[in-house]
């Protein structure tokens, strides 16, 4: 059983449309995250999201939101999509104070390419 | 804000060669530190973590790391690179702060080919 399972694995969309990526976690995690990579490779935080609080990195558009319908799921929602929005998008999670069994699973990512 | 910093961007070595990346991190406070690896079209895989105790951590396919505090640093290194080691790697820390950890953040990555 894949941890962390995302959806689309890639994604070819156009300008201005409204898409959105899909994040499972099975792992009893109580902390789910999403990222984004850019064509550099550099990986950024966009949101963290848990049962008390969602956590969102300012510098995210706010064309994006993060949509939790139970704690095993974090969605990611994009409206009206941009060029610069193209990149590989990663869902983690985590679970909180269990250090040290503390870490993040990622799943495998979604390239979005917008034309 | 906490950061995290990869001296080099692009490390080309030869089959056999010793590794070494650097990785020095901005916080005064506890931390964890990470090394995750990504291969060419793949996700992130973790190669070893650091949390307290030993400050040489050994992971998997041969890796390890040494975290020198006075330093702020946590390199990561491998005796004998082979050409299956070509990948993109990610040093990453996060905050302590109680039983509460941070989120996790990434230093910009080091390309590494190895020519066979």
């Known amino acids: 059983d894949t941890a962390v399972s995302q959806t689309p694995k890639y994604l070819v969309t156009q300008m201005g449309n409204d898409k959105s990526i899909k994040c499972e976690q099975n792992?009893?995690?109580?902390?789910m995250y999403w990222y984004k990579q850019d064509s550099k490779k550099f990986l950024k935080i966009m949101f963290s999201y848990n049962n008390k609080e969602l956590i969102i990195n300012e510098t995210v558009p706010n064309r994006f939101s993060p949509k939790s319908p139970d704690k095993a799921h974090l969605n990611l929602h994009i409206n009206s999509l941009e060029l610069g929005d193209s990149a590989v998008y990663f869902c983690?999670?985590?679970?909180?104070?269990?250090?040290?069994?503390?870490?993040?699973?990622f799943g495998s990512g979604t390239r979005l390419t917008v034309v | 804000a906490q950061s995290v910093s990869q001296h080099n961007h692009h490390v080309i070595l030869s089959e056999a060669a010793s590794l070494e990346l650097g990785c020095n991190y901005s916080y005064g406070g506890t931390v964890n530190l990470f090394w995750y690896v990504q291969y060419p079209g793949q996700h992130l895989q973790l190669l070893l973590k650091y949390f307290s105790g030993d400050p040489l951590v050994k992971g998997i396919k041969g890796f390890e790391a040494e975290f020198i505090k006075s330093k702020f640093s946590f390199n990561l290194r491998k005796p004998s690179v082979q050409w299956s080691d070509t990948a993109e790697y990610f040093c990453a820390v996060n905050v302590v702060v109680g039983r509460s950890q941070g989120n996790l953040i990434f230093g910009k990555g080091t390309k590494l080919s190895v020519k066979p």
């Open positions: 792992l009893g995690h109580d902390t």
């Open positions: 983690a999670s985590s679970q909180q104070g269990s250090r040290p069994n503390y870490g993040y699973t």
